[in-house]
């Protein structure tokens, strides 16, 4: 099956920095989302973007599907942003998404 | 819309025992999933249902897992007999059909401890 890989697995960022994160996946792809699993434990939706470029505030993504990767960009984060990062496809048409394994982020004050 | 409802929150139970999970999908959407997450295995699709029908049960780990979708607005994922190993979140989400914009939106999970 598709194989999806995260990076980095961990990251510890000071208030207001950037950073960005990397999904790469093995296969050719429908459907591509970004989550985050706050310490809560919640699932947020933060994008769907199989494709292209979008930007919701501080967050942006993009995805080139040619070359089978997307980011995740997080502009002057804030502790609110720590948690865990998740990127997760689709194959072939199919609604089953595919999970990586996280990256666990951790914004200091 | 109040998002994905899922029931209980948390559920402690014994080994041997039943435990039946609850889902209440985003009105509309005509997608419904159930997932399961570990610290060994992450996140893992158990079940999806289109239209109150199941689609894909491959991720069921074994018979003692069953899922039900009675109408479009529930879903439940029962396990019989219990065991420790099914300790997990589970979780629930729905989606809209093809030319959605937006993906799949979860729940808030439960929080299964089988003793």
């Known amino acids: 099956g598709i194989q999806v890989e995260q990076s980095p697995p961990d990251l510890i960022l000071q208030e207001g920095a950037n950073s960005t994160l990397r999904c790469n996946f093995s296969?050719?792809?429908?459907?591509l989302q970004w989550f985050h699993q706050n310490p809560w434990g919640q699932l947020i939706n933060l994008f769907y973007i199989p494709s292209g470029t979008k930007q919701n505030g501080r967050l942006s993504a993009t995805t080139v599907a040619t070359e089978r990767y997307s980011l995740l960009y997080i502009s002057s984060s804030q502790t609110t942003d720590s948690g865990v990062y998740f990127c997760a496809v689709d194959q072939g048409g199919s609604e089953k998404l595919v999970f990586g394994k996280g990256m666990k982020l951790t914004v200091n004050p | 819309d109040a998002g994905v409802i899922q029931s209980p929150r948390h559920e402690v139970t014994e080994m041997g025992q039943e435990v039946t999970l609850r889902c209440k999908p985003i009105?509309?959407?005509?997608?419904l999933f159930w997932y399961r997450q570990t610290m060994m295995r992450g996140l893992e699709l158990l079940i999806y249902f289109n239209n109150n029908v199941p689609i894909d049960d491959s991720g069921m780990p074994e018979d003692r897992f069953s899922a039900k979708m009675p109408n479009a607005s529930f879903s439940t994922l029962k396990i019989q007999p219990s065991e420790p190993r099914d300790s997990a979140v589970y979780f629930c989400?729905?989606?809209?059909?093809?030319?959605?914009?937006?993906?799949?939106?979860f729940g808030p999970g439960t929080r299964l401890t089988v003793l």
């Open positions: 009105s509309g959407h005509d997608y």
């Open positions: 989400a729905s989606t809209e059909g093809q030319g959605r914009d937006y993906g799949q939106f």
């Open positions: 296969d050719s792809v429908n459907n």
